[in-house]
């Protein structure tokens, strides 16, 4: 079995910071990409940022210059730090993971079950 469990969600004034956390658990032989997606109600679930196991990270224009993914691949943990928070940054943020856990078997997409972030104005 294999968990992704997220912290670090709240409510925060537009202009604040918030820093989430994503720690992956259980069998687990590799873990390729790590990413953050949110989605609000009515819209599809969208991408906010993504890391390599190599560093290489990619952002959605919304968020660039704003938001910087890490990670610790000792910790099998992935890191989302918020700057300059809007209100149209609230959504319901979830991690995901691209993980492999025999070697055998292929690396199967995981998700976080989600945490929540708002921005009031």
């Known amino acids: 079995q294999v968990q992704l469990v997220e912290s670090g969600g709240g409510l925060v004034q537009a202009g604040g910071s918030l820093r989430l956390s994503c720690a992956a658990s259980?069998?687990?032989?590799?873990?390729?990409?790590m990413g953050w997606y949110r989605q609000t109600p009515g819209k599809q679930r969208e991408l906010v940022a993504t890391t390599t196991a190599g560093g290489s990270t990619d952002y959605a224009d919304s968020v660039k210059g704003r938001f910087t993914i890490s990670r610790d691949n000792a910790k099998k943990t992935v890191y989302l730090q918020m700057n300059a928070l809007k209100p149209e940054d609230t959504a319901v943020y979830y991690c995901?993971?691209?993980?492999?856990?025999?070697?055998?078997?292929?690396?199967?997409?995981?998700w976080g079950q989600g945490t929540q972030v708002t921005v009031s104005s």
């Open positions: 995901n993971a691209a993980i492999k856990m025999t070697s055998w078997l292929p690396f199967r997409d995981y």
């Open positions: 259980g069998n687990i032989v590799s873990i390729a990409a």
